[in-house]
């Protein structure tokens, strides 16, 4: 089942549920895919799995960075509004890589680019962008990778 009949059936799983807060976070995510999909329409482009699970990515961060600012604002009510969003949008993720497994992928990645130096960073990242978005934390990877070229 792709992302958008899963969004679809928890949907109505939440309507038959009477799941107020579920139902809105997924009808956010539903709109987030729409707005996507309408800017890519416009240039020409396609919706996909992985423009999909970026845009569910980014959604998360907002929402982590949000209950952030929230707990240091001395907000716990809408942290914790703003932390059930996030667990409501992350079942719709695929599952995180561990550490071991970012490990490898950066190596693996590093010896299919074939690169020497920090100057070819930019072609690990994007090899490990297009094949592990939304599972893998790409600023660790990041990291990692500067430390393993550098």
């Known amino acids: 089942?792709?992302?958008?009949?899963?969004?679809?059936?928890?949907?109505k799983d939440a309507m038959?549920?009477?799941?107020?807060?579920?139902?809105?976070?997924?009808?956010?995510?539903?709109?987030?895919?729409?707005?996507?999909e309408i800017e890519l329409r416009a240039s020409g482009g396609a919706l996909d799995e992985a423009?999909?699970?970026?845009?569910?990515?980014?959604?998360v961060k907002q929402r982590q960075d949000s209950a952030r600012l929230y707990r240091n604002g001395g907000r716990?009510?809408?942290?914790?509004?703003?932390?059930?969003?996030i667990a409501v949008i992350a079942e719709f993720l695929p599952q995180a890589m561990t550490?071991?497994?970012?490990?490898a992928a950066?190596?693996?990645a590093i010896a299919e680019t074939g690169a020497a130096g920090l100057k070819d960073m930019g072609r690990v990242m994007a090899l490990l962008?297009?094949?592990?978005?939304g599972t893998m934390d790409l600023g660790a990877a990041g990291a990692l990778v500067k430390a393993r070229l550098g």
């Open 76 to 85: 716990p009510e809408l942290a914790a509004k703003e932390e059930a969003e």
């Open 99 to 103: 550490a071991e497994e970012v490990a």
């Open 1 to 11: 089942m792709d992302l958008r009949e899963r969004l679809n059936a928890a949907m």
């Open 129 to 133: 962008r297009a094949r592990h978005a």
């Open 16 to 36: 038959r549920a009477k799941d107020a807060a579920r139902l809105s976070a997924i009808r956010l995510v539903g709109a987030a895919l729409k707005d996507r």
């Open 51 to 59: 423009a999909m699970l970026a845009v569910l990515g980014k959604m």
């Open 106 to 108: 950066v190596d693996a």
